[in-house]
């Protein structure tokens, strides 16, 4: 368990360091990729209403590669494929609809990110994942 938190503190500070980055030069540089002005400012909004929640992700990516670890790929797999894939899906089809902006699909990925790392975050904090492969937590 001091490894998942030592991991979840680093993948959180290297997160939040190219959230600040990405923040701070993402006007200058983006016209080296495109020169419209409406380019442009479409790609600072979603940079603006996506960027900052990526650290939720941190979560995901570190719980998941822990159970990948210790052999239990296909429980990740489910939280990863059921958390962010279906729910995308699902809210492509039944929320976007009523919601039809920008700012809608960009709410879409932190919350599926939330989603995803509240199930993986819930299934580690009851310990099963440690009882199903036979893990001491000492």
Do not use: Q
Not at 1 to 21: D, H, M, P, W
């Amino acid at each position: 368990r001091e490894v998942i938190r030592i991991s979840l503190k680093i993948f959180l500070a290297v997160s939040v360091g190219f959230t600040v980055l990405l923040l701070t030069v993402s006007r200058p540089i983006l016209p080296v990729f495109n020169n419209d002005p409406d380019v442009i400012e479409c790609t600072l909004f979603i940079i603006r209403h996506f960027v900052p929640f990526y650290c939720i992700w941190t979560v995901v990516e570190v719980l998941s590669g822990v159970l990948c670890g210790v052999g239990d790929a296909v429980k990740a797999l489910l939280f990863c494929g059921i958390g962010t894939c279906l729910l995308r899906i699902l809210w492509i089809i039944f929320i976007h609809p009523m919601y039809p902006t920008l700012l809608d699909l960009c709410v879409l990925y932190p919350v599926t990110w939330a989603v995803t790392a509240t199930a993986f975050s819930l299934y580690f904090k009851s310990g099963r994942w440690e009882k199903r492969r036979g893990i001491t937590t000492e």
